[in-house]
């Protein structure tokens, strides 16, 4: 039993612990603080050795000690461990009962498992353990234990033990609900710093009921995307703030969100004041019981990504579009040559036919229509080959605006009353290298496609002013290069287009013009002349909103007195005698060497043809002084026009050598000039023009370019 002495000691350590948990209320700032002084208070109240409180480690694989207090040294440690796999019978026991009361620690059941690695090294002979637990859950104990002889435990200790262990329940669960609140606090912070410093507008809409639903807070960024303060905007019905435009999409989101529970992500467009898109998402946020009491709205703006996709689709149309086109350009300089062969053979016979035989009546008039319609054939593909960028360019510094003025004067009688055409001239002094028809056809072809797309009615505005290409630009807009441009705009009020259309637009042949009313190569030859002064031109139309022409050429920049390049005049040297001559035709057509040796008899010359280029060197080199003019055609197997011109130079000086093609600009003409070509001789040509050409070389031993027309 105990002694009076006893019973007192330990109602003294009754209030002492009462009067701790009072005053501190365990809210566990400080638990391993409050555990010492548990530990203290129990050794001194029950007189033992020691005193301990151990704690379950999260996997429940071991007990770890939060605190020993040894009396004897007044000495804290902690960090001790014990494996709950080693000591079966202890843990079993205290998971099952509150209280290990052991009189005899080294023989009785519960507690013999520590007796050679705990109990006999400190001489511990008695032990009185009372389980921890955390909501009924064992997590720990404490242990009191006594060295020297046994001792047999007292109900008023055992009450005592019970005790403490309640007080360490008590801090213990104190603690960790303090850790969680300080984490649900520190969520909170962040959840609010996020919420107030998210760049997305983010609206917390309250549900009162499904269908019924009102603004219960707002961020600084959905304030400024709504243009009100919080307040103003708290406890608002969500339809009374959304956007007419973009309500009924909003709410149908926010219904299907708090009555479905799932989260959902919409694309979202305003209009006013401007266009604008947003990725809205929304998500309800359920109370304990899995109900949806609230839906986070979240906008994101996506304008920059849209647009900025949408100018990579753009530019990713306008390279696809040049590659076509390109790849359409060598295609038609190809059907070109070959097709102004075909008409070489047409053209010639007709012309010899005129010559030599005596028609009238009917026979004349369709040789006559012949004639024409060959003409006309001929007109066409030198209209593709200007789209194909293979028609021969004379650049000079022109006066940009001069051209601009004169094509919209020249323009003005042809437009509709109902049409109002404006020019805004930005600059007058700037120049363009290149060729002021070429610019001219541009203009004209421009103007005259928006006026019949207005269809009577409408504005016709054209511009022109100086802009300079940075790297980003010139990069989008191959091939310009950085630098100072001239501008010139067309735009116009009509229809607009739609994006099929534009992808298709500088096709050759392609037009949306009734059948009959258009061939469809305006724009084509628009194209391969802009290109062809090293510029763009791109379009910008939407179907309702009308259409703008944009061109982009180089500013010319040099010397404004510079004279342009004049080209070399022909000699004046007596002509030789026709009759004397003797000329070597090559080309690799059979027809075309056939029709050239007819026309050369007609001017008394003696025509020597051939069409294969080496066997017609090696009958050169067999004869050279014998030959007066030599003719090739440029664009033939195993050696060209001017590989054969180099040859025959290195055989003969100074024999007059006259090149053919299709098209002049296959070749190059510095490289003409440096072998010693004569002349060019443009298929198809007449008797007329190649008589002059003929004439010309027999007349001169020095060499010049320039083609006949």
Known sequence: MATSRDTSKLNRAHRALLELARLRSFHGDNLAGDVRTLTEIAAHAVDVERASV????????????????????????????????????????????????????????????FREAYLLPLGITSMLDAAVRERGVFAGVICFEHVGSKRRWTTEEEIFACAMADLVSLALESSRRQVIEAALAATERREREIFENTRDATFLVGVR??????????????????????EALRGRPLESLVPAQVADVVLASVDACSRGGVSLTREVVTRQPEERWFDATFVPIRRDDGSVYRVACIARDVTDRVLA??????????????????????????????????????VGNANLLLESARLEGESLERLHQIIDVANRARDLVRQTMTFSRNEHLRRTPI????????????????????????????????????????????????MRNAVQAMNGVGELRVGLDVVRVDAEMATKL??????????????????????????????????????????????????????????????NSRVGEGTTFRVYIPLFEGSPNAPPPEPAAPSTANAGDAARRRVLFVDDQIYVANLGAAMLKRFNCEPVTCTDAKRALEMFAAAPDSFTVVV????????????????????????????????????????VTKVGIHDVLPKPFTLALLQQVLDRAARTHEPHTGGGS
């Open 632 to 671: 090739t055609d440029y664009a033939m197997p195993q050696m060209n026009g001017v590989e054969l011109a180099i040859e025959i130079r290195k055989i003969r000086a100074d024999v007059p050598i006259v090149l053919m093609s299709g098209f002049e600009a296959a070749f190059d003409a510095e490289q």
């Open 309 to 346: 996709q949408r100018e990579r689709e753009t530019l990713q149309l306008q390279v696809h579009r040049s590659q076509k086109l390109d790849a359409l350009a060598t295609l038609a300089a190809g059907v070109a040559h070959d097709f102004n062969n075909f008409l070489m053979g047409i």
């Open 54 to 113: 151990w704690l379950l480690d999260p996997e429940r694989k071991k007990i770890v000690t939060l605190d020993l207090f040894e009396r004897g040294s007044a000495r804290h440690t902690s960090g001790h461990e014990l494996l709950v796999a080693d000591h079966p019978a202890y843990f079993r026991a205290l998971e099952e009962q509150r209280l290990i009361a052991s009189n005899d620690a080294v023989k009785d059941a519960e507690t013999q498992e």
């Open 399 to 446: 006066q940009i605006a001069e051209v601009v003025a004169e094509a919209v004067k020249m323009l003005g009688p042809t437009v509709p009353h109902d049409v109002r055409v404006t020019l805004d001239v930005g600059t007058r002094d700037a120049r363009v290298l290149g060729d002021a028809t070429m610019v001219h056809q541009v203009l004209t072809n421009l």
């Open 209 to 230: 009921e499904p269908g019924s639903y009102f603004v219960e807070a707002v961020n600084p960024a959905a304030e400024a995307l709504c243009g009100h303060r919080s």
């Open 478 to 539: 191959a091939p310009l290069r950085v630098g100072r441009h001239v501008r010139i705009e067309v735009a116009d009020t009509g229809p607009g287009m739609d994006a099929a259309t534009q992808a298709r637009l500088f096709e050759p042949f392609f037009t949306t013009k009734p059948q009959g009313q258009g061939m469809g190569l305006g724009l084509a030859v628009v194209y391969g002349i802009v290109r062809e002064h090293d510029g763009v031109v791109i379009v």
